[in-house]
């Protein structure tokens, strides 16, 4: 089966899809009192080599013959995005459908074994793009700390703090919307809308094509954000608390809402942030982006408010 020719998006730079909320919220991780101090302190424990030897030590590196079906769509997914460096992806054994990208100074890519198993190749594109986005977006580096916090505080290890705790908190939070604009990358690495949402319902329950209906999954996502019982904002901000990842339905919605701004169309035709352009020529400035994730939170908080009090029978104060 031959497959589609991409557009190459040369010299995007990545703004193009970074969404508003992914960038006020890591505007404002990195003015949490004591953050650079927490992160310089864990960066220097640990250092960029024994780091990653340890994602790497049980992991197959892909090339073009180990694992050369994940080698292959990662350079078409490289290409149409236009990385700027080779970033080396693993393969790890376990059934857990997931991905990531870490990394300090020279960030890789490792693919869950099951997320093999679970995608189609143009799904599994998506995954491999989305994580390339996260490394051109400079996320890496943050979520290599998360990562690290997150392992300390199960084994009650004292380096984490107060402080270090908030700081956990706080970048879960910045990569639930971290993780809506790496989709967007996603989707300009496959360069197929319906294929981003596909491998978020699969995400969601497993099964193929046999066993779902995007379409209805699709549904789903409209009426899970737009339901109108106020006692369920309570439990929608009650699951994301401690959550490193948003809810794949909510995912999809976000994605519907960039295709339907012409975002996506715009982009294929060329009307994209080319690498080294001036940061107010293309972008939301920092007050615009910080204005649009407070609205989101304010509006998220206060439905959660107003269905608590609803939901035991009192009022407002």
Not at 129 to 143: A, N, Q, R
Not at 300 to 310: C, E, L, N, R
């Amino acid at each position: 089966m031959m497959e589609a020719t991409l557009r190459r998006l040369v010299d995007i730079d990545p703004r193009t899809w970074e969404h508003p909320a992914d960038r006020a919220a890591l505007n404002a991780l990195r003015k949490l009192p004591a953050f650079d101090q927490v992160l310089k302190a864990l960066f220097g424990f640990f250092g960029e080599k024994p780091v990653r030897l340890a994602f790497q030590a049980n992991a197959v590196r892909c090339s073009p013959t180990q694992f050369a079906r994940v080698h292959r769509l990662y350079l078409r997914a490289a290409a149409a995005i236009d990385a700027p460096a080779q970033y080396p992806v693993y393969v790890s054994q376990t059934p857990l459908v997931n991905a990531g990208a870490y990394g300090m100074e020279k960030p890789f890519i490792i693919l869950n074994s099951g997320m093999l198993l679970l995608l189609d190749d143009d799904e599994l594109q998506f995954v491999i793009g989305h994580e390339i986005g996260h490394i051109m977006s400079g996320h890496v580096l943050y979520t290599t700390m998360m990562i690290i916090l997150v392992q300390l505080a199960e084994r009650g290890f004292p380096v984490v703090g107060l402080a270090a705790r908030a700081i956990l908190f706080a970048l879960l939070e910045w990569y639930r919307k971290a993780e809506l604009s790496a989709d967007r990358a996603g989707i300009l690495s496959i360069q197929q809308p319906e294929v981003g949402m596909r491998a978020m319902l699969k995400l969601a329950g497993g099964g193929n094509g046999s066993d779902t209906n995007l379409t209805e999954f699709i549904q789903q996502a409209d009426e899970y954000r737009a339901t109108g019982d106020l006692a369920d904002q309570v439990f929608k901000v009650l699951n994301l608390v401690g959550a490193d990842h948003p809810f794949p339905v909510l995912r999809v919605a976000e994605m519907r809402d960039w295709f339907h701004t012409g975002a996506y169309e715009r982009i294929l035709r060329g009307e994209y942030t080319r690498r080294g352009a001036p940061e107010n020529a293309y972008m939301e400035d920092i007050a615009a982006a910080g204005r649009s994730y407070a609205d989101s939170a304010k509006a998220t908080f206060g439905s959660a408010a107003d269905a608590a009090w609803k939901f035991m029978g009192g009022r407002k104060p």
